[in-house]
């Protein structure tokens, strides 16, 4: 491998591949991914270690590993889903897993026009999208409780307040 193959790419050019052909989007080496996402290399290869982020097959000890547009978009989903709903890390992979089977079933649906399988990958869609959805309302429950507890200690306080004469 040449020095230009491990060569980063900046978010607006181009990058030739290591096998001499032309991509149609920038490869980016991690430090740049980080920075374009707003995150940490450390953050990216534990997400990689934990199988969030997949590995490349053909990486090599000690080759820099270069990211496409793909792999910046579903960090940015990671990254997004992680902050919005505060889920553990496996729960976190078992949205990606819904993610990922969510995007398969997108492209045979664009692919077939039988209607039973049409049908089919429909109602699995929306199984795929209620799975996602009870993972919201989790959240959003547990927020509505933590929300009316901190409105009852403010009002407690007020209580006080107004018991002290101040």
Do not use: C, F, W
């Not at 997949?54 to 547009?69: F, V």
């Not at 976190?92 to 692919?111: F, G, H, N």
């Amino acid at each position: 491998m040449s020095a230009t193959d491990t060569k980063p790419a900046s978010a607006e050019g181009g990058h030739v591949a290591a096998g001499g052909g032309s991509r149609s989007s920038p490869l980016l080496r991690i430090g740049d991914v980080a920075r374009v996402v707003g995150t940490t290399p450390r953050t990216i290869r534990y997400y990689e270690e934990k199988g969030l982020l997949p590995l490349p097959e053909d990486r090599t000890a000690g080759k820099h590993r270069l990211y496409d547009a793909q792999d910046v978009e579903r960090l940015r989903e990671l990254l997004r889903m992680r902050n919005l709903l505060g889920v553990p890390l496996e729960e976190l992979r078992e949205l990606v897993a819904v993610d990922d089977e969510r995007t398969v079933l997108r492209s045979e649906l664009r692919r077939t026009e039988a209607p039973a399988e049409r049908a089919r990958i429909l109602r699995r869609l929306d199984a795929l999208a209620e799975r996602q959805l009870a993972a919201v309302d989790r959240r959003a429950t547990e927020l509505d409780e933590l929300r009316a507890e901190i409105a009852a200690r403010r009002a407690r306080i007020a209580e006080l307040l107004d018991e002290s004469g101040r």
